[in-house]
């Protein structure tokens, strides 16, 4: 079993999926993350005197979190931080979607269109992009050339998360969350998701804000069923790999 999920910063994938990564590994599924920026842009910048130093630090400490989260496979692309809006859109769900023929995941998770409880645009790009992918992977009329030069094969993603919640912040331009279908129970895993976070030492002055809403809106992950290759009505889960054939 292979879960694959798509971010934009680093920190992204301990903020908003870390307790789900480590769950699955324990349980023998292979995890991917790919993060589309090297997190350049960010507000906060330790003591990086240049994009191009924040850039290296923040490679350096999403390593560092993925080796906590005990990530199979991770990797962070060089698209632009805060620029995702105004990329080739066909462009980029190429990459994604090259990227998703040769993993071949199982299950996919990413953000919301709504770009999560923060609506930075990153995310909401990101989330377009992933969810054109997961589509066109499976189909031979998209991106053929992937096919008849490239040697890849079309690949049907069983299962599209987005990531949500059931809160909004205070202070924030308004956000319309997807209604959660799936809590994911990631007890065992809930302070090594913290720590993994915090493995991003140059976004520290967000540590405390983020430990403090996570404690207390418990140990556990909430996602949005976006799509499945088996028509089905919306019901409750727990596990992001029910019903899911290997």
Not at 114 to 141: C, I, K, L
Not at 167 to 178: I, K, W
Request: proline share 5%; hydrophobic share 40%; aromatic share 8%.
């Amino acid at each position: 079993m292979r879960l694959l999920c798509v971010t934009a910063h680093p920190d992204d994938e301990a903020g908003g999926f870390g307790g789900s990564l480590l769950l699955y590994r324990s349980r023998g599924v292979e995890t991917y993350v790919l993060c589309l920026t090297e997190g350049q842009a960010a507000t906060h910048r330790g003591s990086a005197k240049s994009g191009a130093e924040l850039a290296a630090v923040r490679r350096a400490e999403f390593a560092a979190s993925c080796e906590l989260l005990r990530v199979s496979h991770s990797e962070v692309l060089d698209y632009p931080d805060g620029g995702l809006a105004k990329l080739d859109f066909f462009t980029v769900v190429g990459d994604l979607t090259r990227r998703i023929r040769q993993i071949r995941p199982n299950v996919i998770m990413t953000f919301g269109t709504e770009g999560a409880v923060t609506a930075h645009p990153d995310h909401s790009m990101v989330s377009a992009f992933t969810s054109m992918a997961y589509q066109w992977a499976a189909r031979t009329n998209r991106y053929p050339e992937q096919l008849e030069k490239e040697g890849l094969q079309p690949h049907r993603t069983q299962k599209l998360y987005y990531a949500s919640a059931g809160f909004t912040l205070e202070d924030r331009q308004p956000v319309a969350l997807a209604p959660i279908s799936t809590v994911v129970d990631i007890a065992p895993h809930f302070d090594t998701k913290i720590a993994a976070f915090k493995k991003h030492a140059s976004q520290s002055p967000l540590f405390e804000m983020f430990e403090g809403t996570v404690r207390r809106r418990g140990p556990h992950e909430s996602f949005h069923l976006a799509a499945s290759t088996t028509p089905r009505k919306i019901e409750a889960e727990t596990d992001l790999f029910a019903g899911v054939m290997e």
